[in-house]
Structures are given as structure tokens and as C-alpha cells.
């Protein structure tokens, strides 16, 4: 069975203090891992899909990388802004088109 | 990215009426669209997936005759929650997916509160 399992549940960080969320994924031919940004009240924000071990991808402050069990998604210097909920998903090889989502990662950065 | 929109944002009804939410693609052709609801502080949990000209696959405990999609064209699909009880308070979230991409697109988030 398809599984992601996002931690911490919560994370809080000073402005400017570096860090990284994890994924741990158990899928059946991975056809796509997504990163996504929710704030509160919003529906979730596309920010990477990474579907190869050794692939990265960067935006701004958030670099995501991929490896056959897991996917970071690394913080640089983080801003308040960067405050949300980051939620990350697997889309597997069966029949099914479903995203299976972790239960997402409560970022807080202070100033 | 590409860009969905969902509407309403907020909805207050009362218990027994039915309620619409639309969500269109804007800016591409969306060949399958999902609907999900999502409980305060949990990710988000799908109800059902449609493809364009076709009957909506539910998931597991979701009631089709309570929750009617229609996805009638390639830029919109609709949840109507049909005689709305406060227990279907919730946020619903709609997104959609091209052709061309592997990527979900989503929408804001529709608010529905049954009084």
C-alpha cells in the first residue's frame, strides 16, 4: 500500500535559522513526488515535483531533493512568510490517478 | 503555474437545502478533476476523481447520491452537496490535472457551514 509519512507534525524557527522537512514514502513505481504550500484557509500550492533519485529542485529559499525512500525539503534563511503548512504527496504506478498526501508539516518562522 | 478557481469561497446555508461549488481551469484543459475535504489541522482526503464526459469514481464511504460531480466539460466540473446537515460542514478543496502535466493544480477552498 501506498504510504508518506511527513515529519515533524510541527516545526518552529527563527528568522534566518535553517532547516529541512522530511517525506518518507513507500510507493509502487513512483510516478511523481510533489511538494505543495498551504496557508491557512487556502487550497495547497504547487511548488516542485521530483521523480528520480539524485534530482533537486530549488525556488527561492526551498531547495527539494529526492532519494529512493525519501524527500527533503531543505530552508535557507527562512522568512515569516515562509509560515505554512508544507504537504507532500506520491503519485504511485497502479491504476489509481490519486495523490497520496502526508498529513503536512506546520512550519512557524519568527521574526 | 496554472491557475483554478473555485467558487464560492464561503457558503452558510441551512440544513436541508443544497449547495454548488464550481471549480474551473483557467488557463488549460483539465482531463481529470478531484474533489476533497479536508477536517481542521488534517490533510486532505479525497472524495472522488472524474475524467471529463464521465461518472465520477468515488472513494470508500463517500455517499455519490450526497455528493453529485458533474464534469461536463474540459474546464468544469461541480460538487453539489445535496440536503446539507451540519455534520458536512467543511472545507472542500477541487483541483484539477491535464493532459500534457503530472502536476495538481487546486483551487482556494470552498468554506461551507450548515446552520
Known amino acids: 500500500e501506498d504510504q508518506v509519512t511527513q515529519s515533524p507534525e510541527a516545526l518552529r524557527l527563527q528568522e534566518g535559522e535553517s532547516s529541512s522537512l522530511n517525506c518518507s514514502y513507500t510507493?509502487?513505481?513512483?510516478?511523481?513526488l510533489f511538494w505543495y504550500r498551504q496557508d491557512p484557509g487556502k487550497g495547497p500550492e504547487f511548488l516542485f515535483t521530483l521523480y528520480s533519485a539524485g534530482e533537486e529542485k530549488e525556488k527561492e529559499r526551498l531547495k527539494a531533493t529526492l532519494t529512493k525512500k525519501e524527500s527533503f525539503l531543505h530552508i535557507t534563511a527562512p522568512k515569516p512568510e515562509d509560515s505554512a503548512t508544507y504537504l507532500c504527496a506520491v503519485r504511485g504506478g497502479g491504476a489509481t490517478n490519486k495523490l497520496i498526501f502526508g498529513t503536512g508539516t506546520l512550519l512557524a518562522v519568527q521574526p | 503555474g496554472a491557475v483554478v478557481s473555485q467558487h464560492p469561497s464561503r457558503v452558510i446555508c441551512k440544513s436541508g437545502t443544497s449547495v454548488k461549488i464550481e471549480c474551473r481551469s483557467l488557463?488549460?484543459?483539465?482531463?481529470?478533476m478531484f474533489w476533497y475535504r479536508q477536517f481542521p489541522k488534517k490533510s486532505l482526503m479525497l472524495m472522488a476523481t472524474?475524467?471529463?464526459?464521465?461518472?465520477?469514481?468515488?472513494e470508500q464511504g463517500v455517499e455519490k447520491d450526497k455528493f453529485l460531480i458533474n464534469h461536463a466539460s474540459l474546464t468544469l466540473s461541480t460538487l453539489t452537496v445535496t440536503s446539507a446537515h451540519p455534520e458536512d460542514s467543511s472545507f472542500y478543496i477541487c483541483?484539477?490535472?491535464?493532459?500534457?502535466?503530472?502536476?495538481?493544480?487546486f483551487g482556494a477552498g470552498t468554506r461551507l457551514s450548515v446552520l
Open positions: 488557463d488549460f484543459q483539465a482531463t481529470t
Open positions: 483541483s484539477a490535472r491535464g493532459q500534457a502535466k503530472n502536476i495538481q493544480y
Open positions: 510507493v509502487s513505481g513512483l510516478r511523481g
Open positions: 472524474s475524467n471529463e464526459g464521465s461518472k465520477a469514481t468515488y
